[in-house]
């Protein structure tokens, strides 16, 4: 076990430096998961023997990191790939080679037909294979499948080294199942049971090899499953691939049920929605609070705080329910200790929590970690929001205690200085940035140096005048009449000095930050667009802001670059120095449209609907590369972005409930559309199921000459809608 804090340069990337095998980063990939086990898998649906995130995890383990399958020695050739539309499934459609023996054709090529079907569920890996022959005799074939489990930690995949292991546990193999092991320094015994139906011709620990016989036409299958284990907890019984597969399905129908559905006039934009809704759900895990959201795949395949919360308030007015797991799992990780080693403090909000043999051993301290200084004020944010679109007090009164100690430890916090919540790293192998942009050289002056901390980033502000005004307004309608008065207040006095500290005149700007001396970051950056999205600027300077962000320099015709191109350290294939987060650009786009900025809104509105239709399955990843736009060719993309990412993948929503311009309150029973417009490429938005307080709403808003003209389609309930023109 070891305690002694990475070298900074392995801290780079949001929470660990994350090594770019260039074997693995070029080849396309799949993926899969369900609650806390995913798969990275190339396009045949292969492990491939390369170094790279390939391999089926559980519990941020790799409990399988080879698995290929061979035809007579030979990789089948591709037919077709992909994923089924709700993500689900993956469906490989192979064929063989031409086949020689000295030197005749044995088998020739396309003759054979193998489909190849996967799914997880339930630390399950299920694989199903369909063999058809398309020859008119009888013939052999050799069918091959070749495995290893390393037992890994996702770290150590990522490229944070380990001085020293556990042990791997001698195999056990009978006729149709493997069993793989592995004790860790946690002392958890982690297993790797390989079963296979019908039992092969030939089985050992490292390959199983079926030799069969198809007549024309005839189709044979097999079913093979991996499941993982961790002692002691019992094995869970598999099931049939269609079982499976069934109950996944049958999870997500409950989950599409229950949500708003979006309808556009544009089939490119309808596909987008589907497929970022479809990528969300993916991500959700199951909890005994409900579902959470894992921040992305393949490195964020855990809870993280402030990923969670701005994922669910970007899907709040379509899926509200996500936002009531999310309020109610942070509330029940809530620092309650004042720790050094993970960065806890009485009401902050989690940053992560990994549940593998390196946090369990603490050689890491996701266990979890609490260095973050922006999801606190963010839980309190999806708080109020929540509460704005339901008016469900009953579960407003329970999260009441969390909210008040996040407000608590606000005030601690800000009562140390300047009343600005700041970050300074405690732990000994935390995060030296501790905001959303937590590169260790994100925060800067404009000399390149970094900023000494404590670090008051520009947003946090923002993000914590927003928290305290939706505090008071959780306050009132909970009865709490005399507290929401100096919540009020405090935003009030922290809008004036943040106005005061933050501006820089010379730049007609917000700094990135103020440094441990108080003294700005002078820095152009896309943080303060996020100061848009909280209201805490004057509409003034909203406008100043918002031009200066449509200058070339930060913006590069696809979405808002983290840094402007004239700083001295932007790089547009860095992490945070000069790329493009579309949810960074989609935080700014909706500040910019509350601000009645339409023009600038509907200009980033269209750059990230066209960049995502650059990418695979019009999947938004995590980030790609800030290069300024080439007509003709795509944005960039970034090599080990997460594809899906969860706060990516609610960018769409965000957006829309911009163009709507959806004003939610509850407590009146009532919901305002404050003079929705729809950009040219739109002609009309219908929404069905959109809930307000008890009621639910089908509405459609249809493009017009001087204003969009809305139509209630039908309501089941008695909230009214507002139109504002």
């Known amino acids: 076990m070891t305690t002694e804090r990475p070298r900074d340069d392995l801290i780079i990337g949001e929470h660990y430096y994350i090594l770019a095998s260039s074997v693995a980063a070029d080849l396309p990939k799949l993926v899969l998961k369900h609650d806390t086990a995913f798969l990275v898998a190339d396009r045949r649906g292969d492990f491939p023997n390369i170094p790279g995130e390939f391999g089926f995890y559980v519990d941020d383990t790799r409990f399988l990191s080879l698995f290929e399958l061979r035809l007579h020695g030979q990789r089948g050739l591709m037919l077709n790939a992909g994923l089924a539309d709700d993500a689900l499934e993956a469906a490989i459609d192979l064929t063989n080679p031409d086949v020689f023996v000295n030197p005749m054709v044995l088998l020739p090529g396309r003759s054979t037909r193998l489909l190849r079907r996967l799914t997880i569920l339930n630390g399950h890996l299920y694989q199903w294979l369909a063999i058809e022959g398309f020859v008119p005799d009888r013939h052999d074939l050799e069918l091959s499948l070749t495995f290893a489990a390393d037992f890994v930690d996702v770290f150590e995949v990522r490229g944070h080294p380990r001085p020293r292991r556990g042990e791997l546990l001698p195999p056990r193999v009978d006729a149709r199942t493997v069993r793989l092991g ?37 189709r044979l299958e097999i079913a093979v499953v991996i499941s993982a284990n961790r002692e002691p907890a019992p094995p869970a019984r598999p099931l049939a691939f269609h079982d499976a597969a069934g109950r996944r399905r049958a999870t997500v129908e409950r989950l599409d049920g229950e949500a708003a559905r979006i309808r556009t006039s544009h089939d490119h934009f309808d596909h987008w929605l589907a497929r970022s809704r479809h990528d969300l759900h993916l991500l959700l895990t199951e909890t005994p609070d409900g579902f959470v959201p894992d921040a992305g795949i393949p490195w964020y395949v855990a809870p993280f705080g402030r990923d969670g919360l701005i994922s669910a308030l970007q899907v709040l007015p379509f899926e509200p329910d996500i936002a009531r797991g999310v309020l109610r799992y942070f509330a029940r990780h809530q620092g309650a200790l004042d720790d050094v080693f993970t960065d806890q403090e009485p009401g902050k909000i989690l940053h992560e929590l990994r549940r593998g043999e390196m946090a369990a051993t603490r050689e890491i301290p996701f266990i979890p970690y609490y260095g973050s200084v922006d999801a606190t004020p963010l839980y309190v944010m999806l708080a109020a929001e929540h509460c704005r679109w339901t008016h469900d007090v009953d579960f407003a009164r329970e999260i009441w205690p969390a909210v008040e100690r996040a407000v608590a430890w606000m005030e601690r916090t800000g009562a140390q200085g300047s009343g600005y919540l700041a970050y300074m790293r405690r732990s000994p192998c935390g995060l030296a940035n501790q905001g959303w942009k937590d590169s260790h050289d994100a925060v800067m002056h404009a000399d390149g140096t970094p900023a000494e901390p404590p670090i008051a980033l520009a947003e946090v502000q923002g993000y914590q005048y927003a928290a305290l005004r939706g505090a008071a307004v959780l306050a009132e309608i909970l009865g709490r009449y005399e507290e929401a008065a100096p919540l009020r207040a ?69 979405g808002v670059r983290t840094l402007s191109s004239r700083e001295r350290l932007y790089n547009p294939m860095s992490y945070h120095n000069g790329s493009v987060w579309p949810h960074d650009t989609a935080l700014a786009a909706a500040g910019m449209r509350a601000y009645g900025l339409t023009s600038p809104f509907i200009t980033l509105l269209t750059g990230l609907f066209e960049s995502v239709l650059q990418f695979e399955n019009l999947r938004m990843p995590e980030l790609f590369c800030g290069f300024t736009r080439v007509p003709g060719h795509g944005p960039t993309r970034y090599p080990v972005a997460c594809a899906p990412q969860a706060w990516a993948a609610g960018v769409v929503f965000q957006l829309i409930a911009a163009v709507l311009a959806l004003h939610p309150e509850a407590a009146d029973n009532q919901l305002t559309l404050a003079r929705p417009t729809l950009p040219p490429w739109l002609t009309w938005i219908e929404v069905r199921g959109l809930r307000i307080a008890k009621s639910r709403l089908a509405l459609r808003v249809t493009q017009g000459t001087d204003s969009a003209a809305v139509e209630l389609l039908a309501r089941d309930g008695d909230a009214e809608l507002v139109v504002r023109r």
Not at 521 to 537: A, Y
């Open 182 to 218: 592995y004790r860790g320094l946690d002392g958890v015994v982690r297993t790797t049971t390989l079963t296979f139906d019908p039992p092969p011709a030939r089985l050992d620990a490292d390959g199983a090899e079926y030799r069969l016989t198809l007549a024309p036409r005839e």
């Open 490 to 558: 405090r935003a009030r006095r922290l809008q004036e000095r943040f106005e005061s500290d933050f501006w820089l005149p010379d730049e007609a700007f917000y700094a990135l930050a103020l440094d441990g001396a108080g003294q700005p970051c002078r820095v152009v950056s896309s943080n303060p667009g996020h100061l848009l999205w909280t209201g805490i600027v004057s509409e003034s300077r909203a406008q100043i802001v918002t031009r200066r962000l449509m200058e070339d320099d930060m913006w590069s015709g696809w």
